[in-house]
């Protein structure tokens, strides 16, 4: 398999856009990691596509999320089950 490594040079704008969308998804995975905690001690199972379809949600409810790609947010719901298989 053959795989590229490129270095990124972003203005200061880009960067504070990508650090801005980076702080968006750790608040996404901490609250998706504390619903699964929270159903955990209720006995609710919530799982993968439990949480991916809150995204749909999420995004309505909170302008600064609709800006962001849904395959970037469905990342973190997959990150989030991928930790806890």
């Known amino acids: 398999m053959l795989t590229y490594t490129f270095r990124l040079y972003?203005?200061?704008a880009q960067e504070a856009?990508?650090?801005d969308l980076l702080e968006k998804c750790r608040l996404l995975y901490?609250?998706?990691l504390q619903e699964r905690?929270?159903?955990?001690?209720?006995g609710i199972k919530v799982n993968h596509k439990t949480q991916?379809?809150?995204?749909?949600e999420i995004k309505n409810t909170?302008?600064?999320?609709?800006?962001?790609?849904t395959h970037i947010l469905q990342d973190v719901t997959t990150r989030i089950d991928r930790a806890f298989q």
């Open 52 to 56: 991916e379809k809150a995204l749909t």
């Open 17 to 19: 856009l990508l650090l």
């Open 62 to 69: 909170n302008p600064e999320y609709s800006e962001i790609h």
């Open 30 to 32: 901490n609250a998706a």
């Open 37 to 42: 905690r929270d159903g955990y001690k209720k």
């Open 10 to 12: 972003p203005t200061k």
